[in-house]
């Protein structure tokens, strides 16, 4: 805590704690028990050896979350139907005995593999308010259903896997200082890592220190296209592999490959390096140059076709990638969020190592840049008895089909088939329940039959459009209301470690995380197990202690940390190259892949492709290549449903979470961008109400008419919350209405961003 000499008034550190990436740290100015401004980082460089990290608007603008008109105040039971939003008051005890009673009749029945809990990342950061404790207690309890993926990563994650046995393996964005070109497919910092921990800060001082050339490659030209970029390429969502293709067929057609590298680093490149076995034609050379099974030399004229992007452009940006070594490549997630995105995140991966760009300074794998941090402890949930892992794209799937969800069609791990349905969720700073799922329609049909999913036990601040859907509703605390600690984030250049102090009492009948777990583990015998004799905020204390091990620099006194707040450590002054071991000796240092080397050519997915189930249209391939699918412009629907819809993350939400702050909706409005040419051919003008349809859905939302995307393309602003017309149809812009629940092939994960629509004025 620390006083600013008025009575009645104090300023406490806390941190913003959703899922952007980065962990901001804020000053909560507290005046008469309530928070009345909110500041960030003023530490700067003489202080503390490491830059200010300043929070964006989202942070600071967290009172009108804490005491937003729709904050969750009470313990609530559902009197309607699922989604209906009727709920009536209800004790603490009565909540928490409804809810035990039902998970213990839950595991009695169907056993512990019908508990779940939802993917969600609402409240991302605190090591003692998090998801975690939820996992403690049904750990406790004989366990629940694993989920694995993230509905942002799971197919470049599995793209680099397959490709370099890890994800982890990119050089950090200050890196580009050593680059001489820069080059990002859908990789936007500006919007998606705009804190002052985030990558926002390392691109622009790379920028300076520099003056690399940098091209952005997008269907939209985002704000690092305006701000950073030497160029803008559009391309059409979805065909970024058949643009590297055609790059890749001039690369080696003129000579730019890095031969040697593709030799010794590399497998399936050419015939000299595929694996045994295989039959002669599948190399990537083989694939590139049309002596492959499909005949089609892959041309910049044939990718020119399929990309929008010019002929020309693909030569001479081929030729600029060929010769500007080191070159930076990297790309964001959203190329690889489409119904073929592992296929275009091993493709983009193909430039840097067709160049020999990988391991060095100033290079990269292709993937997106990489974070520094320092590895704090995380809180102890132990292990989870239940060995079945489902996608966590595919929850629905688990609830309404549980009898055809297995290994081979659905990537179901642990088991081949799961024995019972999802019958217990729980729900925590999750609106994945139905916002940030796709096809709303399908997800309410599903939750609303009560015969399916017995309870959904919801936990948040406040009343999002998920919690409409949930049995039980419990009101938790928020980041003013409880102390805790934090890390640096995922995505930062940089060690941080935060202690925040509970600023105020929390409002209403709130309470932490933790002390509802505590208390259900009372009530079903696990309650020394799961506290260990320890309140939440022994807890903080204890884990802080725990960071002590790793940094002996913090103070030993607990109480001397907190009125400090926060900390930080500058990384080094040279950044470290992913795969720099690699690259210097393939040999000792072997990738973690079947054959301890890039693997072009994947034997694992040339059998997962003649072993694995898959929808009509859906392919895996050993190689990185280019196909089409579903929900692309050679879809049969385009004729009815013409326009490719795409989602971005603005500035106004991260995902969802604040999507009710007035300020931020005033800031950036939600709005449909639309290039004039496609407005004009509909009669839209710029701020025209707009409904946007295909089968699964219809929103209404403004037009946004602006030549910064390009023709054939619309984009929404992921994370608009639900809000529905009496008939079902959304009135604020929510691209879920318009999204599927097919998953992608490989990684079965979720294809949000390839989707085909039409768009018309909302008349009268």
């Known amino acids: 805590m620390i006083s600013d000499g008025k009575p009645n008034e104090k300023i406490v550190w806390s941190f913003c704690n959703v899922n952007c990436g980065s962990r901001c740290p804020l000053r909560l100015h507290v005046k008469d028990g309530k928070v009345v401004r909110v500041e960030t980082d003023h530490t700067g460089d003489a202080e503390f050896g490491a830059h200010e990290i300043r929070a964006c608007l989202r942070g600071r603008g967290l009172r009108k979350w804490v005491y937003s008109p729709e904050r969750l105040l009470y313990p609530l039971i559902r009197t309607g139907k699922r989604g209906e939003g009727k709920f009536e008051r209800i004790s603490w005890y009565e909540a928490l005995d409804r809810i035990s009673d039902k998970l213990g009749q839950v595991i009695n029945i169907h056993g512990n593999e019908a508990v779940f809990r939802i993917y969600g990342t609402g409240n991302l950061g605190g090591v003692v308010s998090g998801r975690e404790q939820i996992d403690r207690l049904m750990n406790l309890l004989g366990g629940q259903l694993n989920h694995y993926n993230s509905y942002s990563t799971a197919q470049i994650t599995h793209g680099m896997h397959y490709t370099y046995g890890t994800h982890d393996c990119g050089n950090p964005l200050t890196d580009m200082v050593n680059s001489r070109l820069v080059v990002f497919f859908g990789n936007n910092p500006a919007e998606t890592r705009m804190s002052g921990g985030g990558s926002i800060r390392d ?8 003056g690399v050339c940098i091209i952005v490659i997008d269907p939209r030209y985002t704000d690092t296209a305006a701000a950073f970029a030497d160029e803008w390429i559009p391309i059409r969502p979805g065909t970024d592999a058949a643009l590297v293709s055609g790059l890749a067929y001039i690369l080696i057609t003129e000579n730019l490959v890095d031969q040697d590298f593709l030799d010794r680093y590399c497998v399936g490149y050419d ?50 990638i060929g010769t500007a070594k080191p070159a930076y490549i990297a790309q964001g997630w959203g190329p690889q969020r489409h119904a073929n995105g592992e296929q275009t995140a091993r493709a983009i991966c193909m430039l840097p190592i067709l160049t020999g760009n990988v391991g060095i300074a100033g290079g990269n794998c292709g993937g997106r840049e990489a974070p520094d941090g320092i590895p704090f402890p995380r809180i102890p949930v132990g292990q989870n008895p239940v060995t079945a892992s489902i996608p966590c794209f595919l929850w629905t799937k688990a609830i309404a089909d549980h009898e055809n969800f297995t290994d081979m069609s659905d990537g179901l791990k642990g088991k081949r088939r799961l024995e019972t349905p999802i019958k217990f969720l729980w729900s925590f700073a999750s609106n994945t329940l139905v916002n ?61 470690l935060i202690l925040r102090e509970q600023a105020i009492e929390p409002l209403g009948e709130c309470r932490t995380l933790y002390d509802i777990c505590a208390d259900i583990a009372r009530r079903m015998g696990v309650a020394q197990a799961f506290t260990e004799g320890r309140t939440h905020d022994q807890w903080v204390e204890y884990m802080y202690q725990q960071c002590r091990k790793v940094r002996r620099d913090l103070p030993k006194d607990f109480e001397e940390a907190v009125r400090t707040g926060l900390f930080k450590w500058k990384r080094g002054e040279r950044p470290k190259a992913g795969l720099q071991a690699f690259r210097e000796d393939p040999d000792t240092s072997q990738l973690d892949t079947p054959s301890g080397r890039i693997e072009i050519f994947s034997r694992r997915l040339w059998d997962l492709a003649r072993s694995w189930k898959l929808p009509e249209g859906d392919v895996i391939s050993a190689l990185p290549e280019y196909h089409d699918t579903w929900g692309m412009p050679a879809d049969p629907c385009s004729r009815e449903y013409p326009l490719q819809l795409v989602g971005h993350h603005g500035k106004q939400r991260t995902h969802s979470s604040y999507g009710n702050n007035p300020w931020l909706r005033e800031a950036v409005p939600q709005s449909l961008w639309i290039n004039p040419l496609d407005a004009a051919a509909r009669g839209i003008i710029h701020g025209d109400m707009v409904h946007v349809h295909n089968p699964l859905g219809r929103t209404e939302v403004r037009a946004k008419v602006t030549p910064r995307i390009m023709p054939g393309v619309l984009s929404l602003s992921q994370g608009a919350w639900y809000v529905p017309y009496a008939n079902g149809v959304d009135k604020n812009g929510c691209i879920n209405t318009l999204t599927s629940q097919r998953p992608s092939p490989l990684a079965k994960g979720n294809p949000q961003h390839t989707n085909l629509v039409e768009v018309g004025k909302v008349r009268g």
Request: glycine share 10%; hydrophobic share 40%.
């Open 203 to 210: 691109l622009v001082v790379s920028r300076q220190k520099s």
């Open 271 to 320: 015939r000299r390096t595929m694996p045994a076995g295989i039959p002669p034609g599948n190399s990537y050379k083989d694939y590139i140059m049309g002596s492959g099974p499909d005949g089609t030399p892959k041309t910049p004229a044939w990718a020119a076709a399929i990309t929008g992007v010019p002929a020309e452009r693909i030569v001479r940006l081929a030729r600029e």
């Open 436 to 496: 940030q799922h796709s096809d709303i329609g399908r997800t309410h049909r599903i939750l609303a039959d009560e015969g399916l999913c017995e309870m959904i036990v919801l936990i948040d601040n406040v009343m999002t459009a998920s919690a409409r859907y949930a049995d039980i509703v419990l009101p938790g605390t928020s980041c003013f209301e409880e102390s805790d600690l934090a890390y640096q984030g995922y995505a930062v250049e940089m060690g941080v």
